[in-house]
């Protein structure tokens, strides 16, 4: 059909041409008038228009058009054969018919115009609905593609145990039979989006990369505490190498290389998005290059779990040395401005009662506890055994007593809600569901 349409463009934007002065008096030099113009562009136009009935009649035959299609090209080749005929001789070559155009303030330029956007359209339409042959599959793959957004928070594994071909089949096959006895979920809602669709892997891998991220950024946490600033972790010789050059040093070589990994799981997610971004419908050999990253990211985050597994292990935590850390640095200001307001202060002023006690504890290099009564006088605080007893880190811990809460009560609760997800978890994959 693009011929189609060239040539309905084509007469169309020679009408325009004609009216521009040059053209026409260049035509003029060869005996051609405005009339013989208009005459057999209104017999090509008329030629066009039993040409789409003729293609109506053969696209019902001979394609999988719907009769909608074909009718819809027999409605337009008459619209076609009337602007052709009419909408060009009629009201522009008749003497009447051009003075009524100019009593209505429209010049020949301007009704030519028209004339060539009609044209335009008139080819556009019966394009349209020829297209309409293969279109309507096509669209409802696209279309498949909203609920799969919708369903995607649920389970991507659903997504990728479907079954089905491009080109459908010929045979009168009981495709949900078949599903279930391939131990799939079910058949392919539409068999061109079955073979075109990568999102199951995208989104697999997608999850890999979330995977991904965490072990990073928690291998990350371990790395910075097991630095001699925090100390807090106490790095194992079988996930650790000395240097070369200073014999103190112990590397963390394990979680420096999950860290690391975690990019090149990063870069897998995007190899696919890249590689998926710029293709049509149905199968193209540039999925092929969908299949390494898949493979690559799964066996990369495969061997960061190994790793982080094997090393939660092996390490050990310095206890004394949290707690140390913990108690220091006036991380109990706030639960001393808790006590002042539960005694009936206000906020604004327990914080800057605090605020005081904390500038002189700064003054006296000291921590909150350890200021007397006395200081905790110059700054209007009445210092008792609950203000002492308020400040230790035990009850500062436990008075975050709320769901997620730092309370002990609330930790060990988290901790026991996490385990139980863990073995539901460890259950359905040993089950193979």
Same mark, same amino acid.
């Given at each position: 059909?693009?011929?189609?349409?060239?040539?309905?463009?084509? *007469?169309? @934007?020679?009408?325009? &041409?004609?009216?521009?002065? /040059?053209?026409?008096?260049?035509?003029?030099?060869?005996?051609?008038? =405005?009339?013989?113009?208009?005459?057999?562009? *209104?017999? @090509?136009?008329?030629? &066009?228009?039993?040409?789409? /009935?003729?293609?109506?009649?053969?696209?019902?035959?001979?394609?999988? =058009?719907?009769?909608?299609?074909?009718?819809?090209?027999? @409605?337009?080749?008459?619209?076609?054969?009337?602007?052709?005929?009419s909408a060009v001789v009629v009201p522009y070559e008749l003497s009447w018919g051009r003075r009524i155009l100019e009593n209505l303030g429209?010049?020949?330029?301007?009704a030519y115009y028209c004339i060539a956007g009609l044209w335009v359209g008139c080819a556009l339409v019966p394009w349209c609905a020829l297209m309409g042959a293969t279109i309507p599959v096509a669209m409802r793959a696209i279309g498949q593609t909203v609920p799969r957004e919708a369903t995607r928070s649920f389970s991507y594994l659903y997504m990728a145990n479907v079954m089905g071909a491009v080109a459908g089949t010929i045979l009168p096959l009981d495709r949900e039979a078949m599903a279930n006895a391939l131990q799939f979920d079910s058949p392919t809602a539409n068999s061109i989006d079955g073979t075109s669709d990568r999102d199951f892997a995208i989104e697999f891998v997608q999850a890999l990369s979330v995977v991904a991220l965490h072990l990073s950024r928690w291998a990350e946490e371990l790395?910075?505490?097991?630095?001699?600033e925090f100390a807090f972790v106490k790095l194992p010789e079988q996930f650790s190498t000395g240097s070369s050059a200073m014999p103190?040093?112990?590397?963390?070589?394990?979680?420096?290389?999950?860290?690391?990994?975690?990019?090149?799981?990063?870069?897998?997610?995007?190899?696919?998005?890249?590689?998926?971004?710029?293709?049509?419908?149905?199968?193209?050999?540039?999925?092929?290059?969908?299949?390494?990253?898949?493979?690559?990211?799964?066996?990369?985050?495969?061997?960061?779990?190994?790793?982080?597994?094997?090393?939660?292990?092996?390490?050990?935590?310095?206890?004394?040395?949290m707690r140390q850390a913990a108690s220091g640095g006036f991380m109990n200001a706030l639960a001393l401005a808790a006590l002042l307001v539960r005694r009936g202060d206000p906020f604004r002023q327990a914080h800057e009662q605090v605020s005081q006690a904390v500038r002189l504890g700064l003054e006296k290099n000291c921590e909150l506890e350890q200021l007397s009564k006395e200081d905790y006088a110059q700054c209007g605080i009445a210092a008792d055994a609950e203000l002492y007893r308020a400040l230790s880190l035990d009850e500062v811990l436990a008075i975050h007593d709320v769901p997620g809460g730092t309370a002990p009560l609330r930790v060990r609760a988290a901790l026991a809600a996490i385990k139980e997800k863990l073995s539901i978890y460890a259950g359905a994959a040993h089950a193979g569901t």
């Open positions: 059909m693009n011929w189609y349409f060239f040539f309905f463009f084509t *007469s169309g @934007f020679c009408s325009v &041409l004609y009216e521009l002065v /040059w053209l026409r008096l260049s035509m003029a030099q060869f005996g051609v008038t =405005t009339a013989m113009v208009s005459i057999v562009l *209104s017999v @090509f136009m008329g030629g &066009l228009g039993l040409g789409s /009935w003729a293609s109506g009649k053969w696209l019902r035959a001979d394609t999988q =058009t719907s009769a909608l299609n074909s009718h819809a090209l027999r @409605f337009y080749a008459v619209i076609e054969l009337l602007i052709g005929v429209v010049s020949s330029s301007w790395v910075l505490h097991s630095t001699t103190q040093k112990k590397n963390p070589d394990a979680l420096e290389l999950i860290r690391g990994k975690a990019g090149r799981v990063f870069a897998n997610a995007t190899e696919l998005w890249i590689a998926v971004k710029g293709l049509p419908l149905a199968y193209n050999k540039d999925m092929q290059e969908t299949q390494q990253p898949v493979f690559a990211a799964a066996e990369q985050v495969s061997s960061m779990l190994r790793m982080a597994t094997g090393f939660l292990a092996a390490v050990s935590l310095d206890g004394e040395r």
